[in-house]
């Protein structure tokens, strides 16, 4: 869970639904951001933002780890689809649309959070998060369903994975290959492979 301590006047914005608990002192509101984008994909269309003074309880829909990502103002971040929590202000969260390869194999859909500005941005995962700073021409590869935020070059192509990797996308030899320099988070469960375990879990009718 995340806690921040808001003092008079400052903000923060996180994603709708994440408040569970929160000083009376605190102000909350909802901002609207319509756009046809939206509406076609199914993303976010509003944010909620929170106006200290008091303190503020915020948790993701699964369980995992939340860390922060602390922007510079130059290098712009694109984060997966389910990994963004919250930020403050002075950051600018919009849609990113991908190529049609890398929204088909990377995992992440047709459009990622493009994220700039200034500030922190707090991520989170399915399971624990790990990174990793890549060095000029230094290359890492990764299977899809682990991303959660990057800043590195990456493209889509075929391996020969050999049943290695976990996503069903990667059954077909389908990777992501950053290319540094910069920084790639991921995560250590894949929601997709996580979901079949569950389901072979469960006792069948019959």
Same mark, same amino acid.
């Given at each position: ?6 003092q008079p006047g ?42 200290? &003074? ?9 369980? =995992?780890d939340i860390v &922060? /990502? ?5 290098? &712009? ?21 991908? =190529?049609? $390869?890398?929204?088909?194999?990377? $995992? #992440? ?24 700073? +890549? ?9 899809? $369903?682990? +991303? ?8 889509? #192509?075929?391996?020969?994975?050999? =049943? ?7 059954? #077909? ?9 910069? /920084? ?7 929601? #997709?492979?996580? =979901? ?11």
């Amino acid at each position: 869970m995340l806690y921040i301590r808001l003092q008079p006047g400052a903000e923060v914005k996180a994603k709708p639904g994440s408040m569970v608990a929160m000083d009376a002192t605190v102000k909350i509101k909802g901002k609207m951001k319509f756009s046809m984008k939206k509406m076609i994909t199914g993303g976010e269309m509003s944010e909620s933002i929170f106006t200290g &003074p008091g303190e503020v309880m915020i948790s993701p829909e699964t369980w =995992g780890d939340i860390v &922060p /990502i602390h922007l510079d103002g130059r290098s &712009p971040w694109r984060v997966g689809k389910d990994a963004y929590l919250a930020c403050t202000p002075g950051i600018t969260r919009t849609s990113k649309a991908q =190529g049609v $390869g890398a929204a088909l194999f990377s $995992g #992440e859909g047709l459009f990622v959070h493009n994220v700039v500005g200034a500030g922190v941005m707090w991520v989170t995962s399915l399971g624990a998060i790990f990174s990793r700073t +890549l060095q000029p021409g230094e290359q890492w590869i990764v299977d899809n $369903g682990h +991303l959660v935020a990057w800043t590195a070059n990456y493209k889509v #192509e075929r391996v020969d994975a050999g =049943g290695f990797f976990s996503s069903s996308h990667t059954d #077909e030899g389908l990777v992501c290959r950053f290319t540094g320099p910069g /920084i790639v988070y991921i995560q250590t469960r894949n929601p #997709e492979t996580l =979901g079949a375990w569950i389901r072979e879990q469960v006792p069948s009718d019959s």
